[in-house]
């Protein structure tokens, strides 16, 4: 069965600090790794990852995938209050069906 | 430009009674999708529908149906709902199966 790991479940940090947040995976047929965002209603996308060791960047946020360790990083840098919300890591396992989601890392900014 | 469009946004159901979640895309997208989220558990697919005139199960099936009645259009129908129905539920769409587009969501209470 696959299953995506996200860890921490929470956490609580103050405006200006850097955030790293983890997903580890073991799925039978890698394709994509995805980062979603979720605020109060619908995920949006941030990042598709399928190459180990490539970074992507947007703004402050940035992430990065190591398919040997089987796993992914999500970087804010200097954090803002609107960075609060639930991060989603999804793995595709090759197919429309074959996406497995973790249960997100609750994020907190405070002023 | 509109995206991913789901109605209703809110409902309250008793045991037995029958609704239909109706969600339209307007990015011309071949895939859609709708998911499931509970506390702890992330999101669950349901059904998804590969491309205009396809469907199949997902991972939680049991008590729904759908019908992709267009490229466009995709609904989802409770025919008896049930307590363990009581959920947020999201339709996505995408292009080739990977990056989704999420609408903004529908809280159903089952009472």
């Given at each position: 069965e696959d299953k995506v790991v996200q860890s921490p479940l929470s956490l609580v940090v103050h405006e200006g600090d850097t955030v790293t947040l983890n997903c580890s995976y073991e799925v039978t047929n890698f394709r994509s790794l995805l980062w979603y965002k979720q605020e109060k209603k619908a995920p949006t996308f941030l990042f598709m990852l399928t190459s180990s060791g490539i970074e992507k960047k947007s703004g402050r946020l940035s992430s990065i995938l190591d398919k040997k360790e089987l796993f992914s990083i999500l970087n804010i840098t200097?954090?803002?209050?609107?960075?609060?919300a639930v991060y989603l890591c999804a793995v595709n396992?090759?197919?429309?069906?074959?996406v497995t989601f973790g249960t997100g890392t609750k994020l907190q900014v405070i002023p | 430009n509109a995206g991913v469009t789901q109605t209703p946004k809110f409902q309250v159901l008793k045991t037995g009674q029958s609704m239909t979640l109706q969600c339209a895309q307007d990015?011309?997208?071949n895939s859609m999708y709708w998911y499931r989220q509970d506390p702890g558990m992330g999101l669950r697919l349901i059904y998804y529908s590969a491309s205009e005139g396809t469907t199949d199960k997902g991972e939680v099936p049991n008590g729904y149906n759908v019908s992709?009645?267009?490229?466009r259009e995709f609904s989802l129908r409770l025919e008896s709902a049930a307590p363990s129905q009581t959920s947020v539920y999201f339709c996505a769409s995408s292009a080739q199966g990977d990056g989704y587009t999420f609408g903004s969501g529908t809280r159903l209470t089952v009472v």
């Amino acid at each position: 069965e696959d299953k995506v790991v996200q860890s921490p479940l929470s956490l609580v940090v103050h405006e200006g600090d850097t955030v790293t947040l983890n997903c580890s995976y073991e799925v039978t047929n890698f394709r994509s790794l995805l980062w979603y965002k979720q605020e109060k209603k619908a995920p949006t996308f941030l990042f598709m990852l399928t190459s180990s060791g490539i970074e992507k960047k947007s703004g402050r946020l940035s992430s990065i995938l190591d398919k040997k360790e089987l796993f992914s990083i999500l970087n804010i840098t200097a954090t803002q209050t609107g960075d609060s919300a639930v991060y989603l890591c999804a793995v595709n396992s090759g197919g429309y069906q074959k996406v497995t989601f973790g249960t997100g890392t609750k994020l907190q900014v405070i002023p | 430009n509109a995206g991913v469009t789901q109605t209703p946004k809110f409902q309250v159901l008793k045991t037995g009674q029958s609704m239909t979640l109706q969600c339209a895309q307007d990015m011309n997208h071949n895939s859609m999708y709708w998911y499931r989220q509970d506390p702890g558990m992330g999101l669950r697919l349901i059904y998804y529908s590969a491309s205009e005139g396809t469907t199949d199960k997902g991972e939680v099936p049991n008590g729904y149906n759908v019908s992709r009645l267009n490229k466009r259009e995709f609904s989802l129908r409770l025919e008896s709902a049930a307590p363990s129905q009581t959920s947020v539920y999201f339709c996505a769409s995408s292009a080739q199966g990977d990056g989704y587009t999420f609408g903004s969501g529908t809280r159903l209470t089952v009472v």
